[in-house]
């Protein structure tokens, strides 16, 4: 049985890096964690391609440039208390671990996710539980971290059953990798804590074609048969997904999944991560580009934090027509 790949050596073992980058490799490791899992690492053909691309550590990692931020998107000036962050009136996220199933190296939280972080104690998931329920105004629970889908069924399912029984809350909605990245937790019971009487969204985030394999497939097709409806949600990454042909492939892809591309994410400028930047500009021409030669169910907003925590904002591209 293959293991997730964790330490510089492994990945030096495995061909995915070289020898020569060992020293460098291990100061990265030592500040930002590190996962490949066996089915990440079955859609790897190449240490430069567009899925070891979003996984593989790189020296680059080291150097933060003046405008990067530790946390980009002000989540802690938003947080009423110990893993909520409460941006929107109507809707709040929870993020009851901050462990993934993969590291992604553009990750705007990469200063605080990794295997051991964050996982709320049994009171601190109590308290944030309780303000949910003494919030009437937020009507939607999002489920994030880390990777929601990284708790057990019983402990997602208690969380699930306390937010469903509360009547202000509308909907649930979840984002994770798991299903692409790590397919073998869809489990019968992670299915049934998924089976939801209230609608359950859940975000899956995804940033090239080659990432879908049978397993994957598996799962979402699973996951779409106990009602759970499945949205999309890419990162623009510079040599990952940044042309046309990538992005239309992505979006195509998602849609033989039964996924709806929800939102394209312009990169948040956290640490150590200028080396996947797409400019705004070039971005709205990709989309632009793809206007008209993809279904409109294919198409995601694209969207960009503001600074401050002022919340996602959609970036274009528009078009400016004549009034009729
Ligand atoms: C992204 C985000 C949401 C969800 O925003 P949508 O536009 O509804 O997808 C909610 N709260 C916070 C703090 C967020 O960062
Ligand atoms: S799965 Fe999400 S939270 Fe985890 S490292 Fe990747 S982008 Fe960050």
Not at 111 to 121: A, D, K, M, N, T
Not at 199 to 211: I, K, R
Request: glycine content about 6%; charged content about 25%.
């Amino acid at each position: 049985m293959a293991r997730t790949l964790r330490r510089p050596e492994e990945l030096i073992a495995a061909g995915l890096a070289e020898p020569a980058a060992l020293p460098a490799l291990r100061q990265v490791a030592e500040r930002y964690a590190i996962a490949l899992t066996p089915t990440v690492r079955a859609r790897i053909t190449a240490p430069d391609d567009p899925v070891a691309r979003q996984y593989l550590p790189d020296p680059a990692e080291l150097l933060t440039l003046p405008h990067e931020r530790e946390d980009p998107t002000a989540d802690r000036a938003f947080s009423p208390i110990k893993g909520v962050v409460h941006r929107y009136p109507d809707r709040a996220l929870l993020l009851p671990l901050l462990a993934c199933p993969v590291y992604c190296r553009f990750c705007f939280r990469r200063e605080r996710v990794g295997p051991g972080g964050g996982l709320l104690s049994e009171a601190e998931l109590a308290a944030a539980l309780d303000w949910f329920a003494a919030t009437p105004a937020v009507r939607e629970a999002i489920l994030t971290g880390g990777d929601p889908l990284m708790l057990s069924p019983r402990r997602l399912t208690q969380i699930l059953d306390r937010l469903e029984g509360m009547a202000h809350i509308a909907r649930l909605r979840i984002h994770s990798r798991v299903p692409v990245a790590d397919p073998t937790r869809i489990t019968e019971p992670m299915l049934a804590a998924l089976t939801r009487r209230k609608p359950l969204y859940l975000c899956v985030h995804v940033n090239h074609a080659q990432e879908f394999g049978p397993e994957a497939a598996a799962a979402l097709a699973a996951l779409h048969r106990a009602g759970v409806v499945l949205l999309g949600q890419s990162v623009l990454l510079a040599g990952v997904n940044d042309s046309e042909e990538a992005l239309q492939d992505l979006f195509e892809a998602m849609l033989a999944h039964r996924i709806k591309p929800y939102y394209l994410h312009a990169l948040d400028p956290a640490p150590g991560t200028a080396r996947f930047a797409v400019p705004d500009r070039r971005a709205r021409a990709l989309l632009a580009g793809l206007r008209g030669r993809i279904s409109g169910l294919a198409w995601p907003t694209l969207v960009r934090e503001a600074p401050g925590g002022a919340g996602k904002k959609p970036i274009g591209p528009v078009w400016e027509l004549p009034s009729p």
